[in-house]
């Protein structure tokens, strides 16, 4: 195995990790004539803005206004990352650095809460949240999203890490728990909030409230972008314009906060 | 937790529950011949896709690893993107589009590899396939991080002190010193890759359709899906999510006792 055959490997998987996405990148320029060329091509000819153009009429004559679906989609996005946060800072810092009766066991509960994604959990939440009278609302998509663990889990690996030294010096000098908490510990576990973040962003970004809204003025954009998908073979186009915007803003964000996810990432782990 | 108590119920969302014992387990095991379909595809591909995306994860960081960083920068990006962009999958039913404009379709017709196009979601012998490869490109996610960010955060003295005490290639170096260091990466990754394997079903539902194909696309979770959201029986779904969780836990369990004696 010499180098260059590993970069050659390396390469050539890149390569079929992006190709799908180049294709959606040119698809989404294409006029509607390259679209149904024979043989297809993979790169546009003659690009032209034609399908955001028609995106724009199409979104324009819908029944509810665009904009109260962005505002939906904002809202859920910023409320449910910033409780995340909120909610997961302040729950790891006493499972992280304080011995409490049931402290081991909460944070075993954790990790096994890792191994149940959303859709299994999708059937209790229903259950529960229409018990507590919440669906549609924009709770039944808020709650699950907060309560959600793997921000917690990588927030607590993260917070183990800070020395109880600094957390002994602040005590000395007569620091509250709370003060510890705000004044030492979050600035110090700033990338980790900052990739919960990203993570709890990228979700709730995506989310279409299927299942728990019902209501259209509730309803998220990429609910009403799907719509627009679903419409078949004569939107094609607009299809891939719309699958681009939603793909570029969860791209960006990464890639702003790259450094920050990957220093995080270096402290999570299941300990044994 | 809740779903474990209702699963002992029978509970369609109108009535309250009502307790009926192991009922839905022995209905599920007993009398649903679908049921049986969707444990085989789902543990079938759970055993594919897992170790695959797994390894791809880690031999990936590895490889990225040793590059510049921009350039890893570039690379961890390009691999990360699929699993974040959404329901940009849906490129794929574009690619295996049943038409000669389908992608994949018109390149064999031009190679001269059949002569008719091929309806890639009506055929039980192409869906599987399909969406295991769909699944492996969006597989690269959270783990492949935690993996980068372990193989950056491994003690560099650690190599030396390994090349002292007689370590001769770069496998053993792997082996001995590089996979011990990272290990709670490596389980952290092994907890998410499973979970995600165990649990494919939106993917199915989009490309292969709902049913699909003689239920060749069929899941554990399309079939909680179909009892759950489409037929309201919470008791007959909740007894499907437990099957599945306790599935999960012991794949777990198992895998972590694994990986455990990785370079011991």
Redesign the interface.
């Known amino acids: 195995m010499g180098d260059m055959s590993l970069t050659i490997l390396l390469g050539l998987f890149g390569l079929f990790s992006v190709w799908p996405l180049i294709f959606i990148i040119n698809n989404a320029f294409k006029p509607l004539n390259e679209i149904f060329i024979f043989p297809p091509r993979l790169f546009v000819m003659s690009p032209t803005l034609t399908n955001f153009q028609d995106l724009f009429i199409v979104i324009g004559n819908s029944w509810v206004p665009i904009t109260r679906y962005i505002f939906n989609t904002f809202f859920i996005t910023a409320v449910g990352t910033l409780g995340s946060v909120i909610i997961g800072s302040m729950a790891a810092f006493p499972l992280a650095k304080y011995v409490f009766p049931g402290s081991k066991t909460m944070s075993k509960l954790i990790v096994y809460s890792l191994m149940f994604n959303g859709t299994v959990t999708a059937l209790p939440n229903y259950i529960i949240m229409s018990k507590l009278h919440m669906i549609d609302t924009y709770w039944a998509l808020l709650l699950p999203s907060i309560g959600g663990t793997l921000g917690l889990f990588l927030m607590m690996n993260f917070m183990v890490q800070v020395p109880d030294a600094l957390i002994e010096a602040a005590k000395i000098d007569g620091a509250k728990e709370l003060t510890i908490f705000w004044r030492i510990m979050m600035p110090l576990s700033r990338s980790a909030w900052i990739t919960l973040i990203i993570l709890s962003f990228q979700s709730l970004w995506g989310t279409t409230g299927g299942g728990v809204i019902f209501t259209e003025k509730l309803k998220p954009v990429s609910y009403a972008l799907s719509q627009i998908v679903n419409a078949g073979i004569a939107r094609t186009g607009v299809a891939s314009a719309v699958t681009l915007i939603m793909l570029v803003v969860p791209v960006v964000v990464f890639v702003i906060s790259q450094s920050n996810v990957i220093s995080t990432m270096a402290t999570t782990g299941i300990k044994e | 937790?809740?779903?474990m108590v209702?699963s002992f119920t029978s509970f369609n969302?109108l009535e309250a529950p009502s307790f009926v014992g192991f009922r839905n387990y022995i209905n599920l095991i007993v009398n649903d011949d679908i049921f049986l379909i969707a444990v085989k595809n789902t543990l079938f591909f759970a055993l594919i896709t897992g170790p695959i995306s797994y390894l791809?994860c880690f031999v990936?960081s590895w490889?990225?690893n040793e590059l510049t960083p921009k350039v890893r920068?570039i690379?961890?990006?390009?691999?990360?993107?699929?699993s974040?962009?959404?329901?940009?999958?849906?490129?794929?039913k574009?690619?295996f589009s049943s038409d000669?404009?389908?992608?994949a379709n018109?390149w064999l017709?031009?190679l001269g590899f059949i002569t008719e196009p091929i309806l890639f979601f009506d055929n039980k012998d192409y869906v599987f396939p399909i969406l295991i490869l769909v699944q492996l490109?969006l597989s690269?996610g959270?783990s492949f991080?935690?993996f980068?960010?372990?193989l950056?955060?491994v003690d560099k003295t650690l190599y030396e002190a390994g090349s002292i005490d007689g370590i001769k290639n770069r496998w053993q170096e792997l082996w001995y010193i590089t996979l011990p260091s990272?290990?709670?990466?490596?389980?952290?990754g092994a907890?998410?890759q499973?979970?995600?394997s165990f649990?494919v079903?939106?993917l199915s539902i989009e490309l292969a359709g709902f049913p699909s194909v003689e239920y060749s696309g069929h899941t554990i979770?399309t079939h909680?899906?179909d009892y759950?959201?489409i037929r309201y029986e919470?008791g007959y779904?909740?007894a499907i999510?437990t099957i599945?969780?306790f599935t999960?836990?012991f794949t777990?369990i198992i895998v972590?006792k694994a990986l455990?004696r990785v370079g011991a």
């Open positions: 937790m809740a779903s209702i969302m791809m990936f490889l990225i920068a690379m961890t990006l390009v691999f990360y993107a699929p974040i962009s959404g329901n940009a999958y849906l490129i794929w574009l690619i000669m404009y389908g992608y018109s017709l031009r490109w690269l959270v991080l935690a980068i960010a372990g950056q955060n990272m290990r709670p990466q490596l389980l952290f907890v998410m499973i979970t995600a649990s079903s939106q979770l909680l899906h759950g959201f919470m779904a909740s999510a599945l969780f999960m836990l777990n972590q455990r």
